[in-house]
């Protein structure tokens, strides 16, 4: 795996972690539209880092 790979995966995991904080944050004010919102692009951010380490 190419160093622009790894970095690009470890971005990727940081935001994933970023979207973990900000998921429980709207589920804690009931703010229900931003939770599915930020729950649909953690699942797109998962599918990538998936598709990266194949």
Do not use: P
Not at 16 to 41: D, I, P, R, V
Request: charged share 35%.
């Amino acid at each position: 795996m190419k160093r622009d790979d790894l970095q690009l995966l470890n971005q990727l995991i940081k935001t994933l972690e970023e979207a973990a904080s900000k998921l429980e944050f709207y589920h804690k004010k009931g703010h229900y539209y931003n939770f599915t919102q930020t729950k649909k692009f953690m699942v797109m951010i998962q599918k990538e880092i998936l598709k990266r380490l194949k």
